[in-house]
C-alpha cells in the first residue's frame, strides 16, 4: 500500500516563500515519477514541478526560477520549495506519483490529500 501524505500549506503575502512537504510510506519502485499538482478553483489542473527516478526534474514554465523539487536521499520525503509566490500560485497542492517514467504520459497513480497555499497581496 502506497500513501502519500501532503502538509506545509498555509498563507502567505506576495513575494513570501512557503515549503511544502510528501511523505511516502510503503513500496517505491525503482523507476518512479514524483511531483506537486496544484488546482485552483475553476482552473484544470497544472503539473507544478516533477522529479523522476533518475533525478531529473521538471518544471512549469509558470513557476520556473522560483520553484525547486528537492527529494531527500531515502526517496520518501519530496518538497516543494516556492519562492516569489504571486497571487496566481493560489491553489490546492496534491503530492502525486508514478511507477514510470515522467515522460511517460501515464497518469499519476497515487496521491496525496492536498495541501492548501493561499497567496494574498
Known amino acids: 500500500q502506497v500513501q502519500l501524505v501532503d502538509s506545509g500549506g498555509g498563507s502567505v503575502h506576495t513575494g513570501g516563500s512557503l515549503r511544502l512537504s510528501c511523505a511516502v510510506s510503503g513500496y517505491i519502485n525503482s523507476r518512479y515519477c514524483m511531483g506537486w499538482i496544484r488546482q485552483a478553483p ?14 531529473s526534474t521538471s518544471y512549469a514554465d509558470s513557476v520556473k526560477g522560483r520553484f525547486t523539487i528537492p527529494q531527500d536521499k531515502s526517496k ?12 496566481e500560485d493560489t491553489a490546492m497542492y496534491y503530492c502525486a506519483a ?12 497515487f496521491w496525496g490529500q492536498g495541501t492548501q497555499v493561499t497567496v494574498s497581496s
Open 98 to 109: 508514478k511507477w514510470a517514467y515522467c515522460s511517460s504520459g501515464l497518469a499519476f497513480a
Open 42 to 55: 475553476g482552473k484544470e489542473r497544472e503539473s507544478v514541478a516533477v522529479i523522476g527516478s533518475d533525478g
Open 76 to 87: 520518501k520525503i519530496l518538497h516543494l520549495e516556492m519562492n516569489s509566490l504571486k497571487l
